[in-house]
């Protein structure tokens, strides 16, 4: 049996822990309470909310109203695009700057590093420019081709594959294998744990984009869904049921993905932690 003193602090790191889980899920769950209340607010307190008869009129209304079901195609077809342009580039990249060597490596990886300090909102004016001169304003194209390769991604690959022992790859370059195929049969599938990290955090990160998307798209063909929930709340006033469950049918896909991946994005993320 453990001494009391470690007990002790595994029972207070569990109930630091349950109190955080909490404070996460809340927020959550008052989302999901909201949408399956008819009109919520004529409600005054939570106890009402609770006590109130569930419904699932707004999610109904949420998905017929509009163009609700197009901004889900466009945000499912942008993200599944990035994510997996991402998961290909970022990975040759980092592959590259692990292994390879050519000259300027040091300052172009240097220069991918200084990018990832720079914030979003210093390039939308130039990136605005930009997009508008190449004439994708409205278009897949503006929301898609910038995020196809990501700093982030190159970093993270690269620091996964210089973890990685180059044994097997130098013993199939002696059975005479060639680069791409070291790449696609060898490289590959020792970073599938990294790459699902990557792939799950990229999508994740263009499902939830809001920032670009309001400022590329000014039709509702291609809206994507925060864009389109944004507006969706304008021409409804405040009508929180409506809201909460476009909300809520918009975190769907993510809670799934997160669920199905939980397993590999903890492998990816402590591969590497430890070492013989």
């Known amino acids: 049996m453990a001494p009391l003193g470690i007990q002790l602090r595994r029972w207070t790191l569990q109930l630091v822990l349950a109190l955080v889980a909490c404070g996460m899920i809340a927020p959550m769950a008052w989302m999901i309470l909201v949408s399956l209340r008819e009109s919520p607010e004529q409600y005054g307190s939570l106890s009402q909310i609770v006590a109130a008869p569930t419904s699932t009129v707004n999610y109904s209304d949420a998905w017929t109203s509009d163009n609700f079901l197009g901004y889900f195609v466009n945000s499912l077809l942008v993200a599944a695009v990035v994510t997996a342009g991402n998961v290909v580039f970022c990975f040759w990249a980092g592959y590259a700057f692990a292994r390879r060597r ?4 040091g300052l172009l990886f240097a220069t991918i590093l200084g990018v990832l300090a720079v914030p979003q909102q ?8 930009l997009i508008a ?3 994708w304003i409205n278009s897949y194209a503006a929301l898609i ?10 970093f993270l690959v690269r620091q996964y594959i210089q973890s990685m022992p180059s044994e097997m790859e130098d013993a199939a370059r002696i059975d005479g294998a ?3 195929y070291i790449l696609a049969r060898v490289v590959a599938p020792l970073c ?3 790459l699902t990290v990557l792939a799950v955090y990229t999508f994740l990160s263009n499902w939830n984009s809001f920032l670009f998307p309001f400022l590329f798209t000014n039709d509702e063909a291609h809206r994507t869904l925060p864009v389109g929930l944004a507006f969706y709340l304008g021409k409804q006033s405040i009508d929180w049921g409506h809201l909460m469950a476009g909300a809520s049918i918009a975190a769907a896909p993510i809670m799934m993905i997160f669920i199905l991946f939980q397993k590999k994005i903890i492998e990816g993320l402590t591969a590497g932690a430890l070492k013989e």
């Open 102 to 105: 050519f000259a300027g490596r």
């Open 122 to 129: 210093v390039i939308m004016i130039p990136l605005y420019r």
């Open 133 to 135: 001169s190449l004439g």
């Open 145 to 154: 081709v910038p995020w196809l390769v990501t700093p982030f991604g190159i």
């Open 178 to 180: 060639g680069e791409w």
């Open 192 to 194: 599938r744990p990294v």
